[in-house]
């Protein structure tokens, strides 16, 4: 079965850190760049973090720059996404996404199609 594992998340306070991890099983992700998104209530998805194949190019957006670092290790099979000094406006479900073909700024702004895609792991960030 091919799929992604997305966990790490959890209840943190302001300013505190999570690390979410991306696991895949039954594929391998070294031809794909991986994202992590995230879609809050009655808002619509968003990138927040995108890394190539290869890991040699990174994007983030503005809200997330300087916090938020993605990793990849693919001995591992994984992609990892570090979250500091997390704010409430960062509560979300988080999901991780694997796509080939593409760069990591079309993957972020989700104008390309990606071919898997996690079930999402929840977030919340609250004194």
């Known amino acids: 079965q091919l799929q992604l594992v997305e966990s790490g998340g959890g209840l943190v306070q302001p300013g505190g850190s999570l690390r979410l991890s991306c696991a895949a099983s039954g594929f391998t992700l070294d031809y794909y760049a991986i994202g992590w998104f995230r879609q809050a209530p009655g808002k619509e998805r968003e990138g927040v973090s995108c890394?190539?194949?290869?890991?040699?190019?990174?994007y983030y957006p503005d809200s997330v720059k300087g916090r938020f670092t993605i990793s990849r290790d693919n001995a591992k099979n994984t992609v990892y996404l570090q979250m500091n000094n997390l704010k409430p406006e960062d509560t979300a479900i988080y999901y991780c996404?694997?796509?080939?073909?593409?760069?990591?700024?079309?993957?972020?702004?989700?104008?390309?199609?990606?071919?898997?895609w996690g079930q999402g792991t929840q977030v919340t960030v609250s004194s």
């Open positions: 890394i190539s194949s290869s890991g040699g190019s990174t």
């Open positions: 996404a694997a796509g080939a073909g593409t760069t990591v700024q079309a993957m972020c702004a989700l104008t390309r199609r990606l071919q898997y």
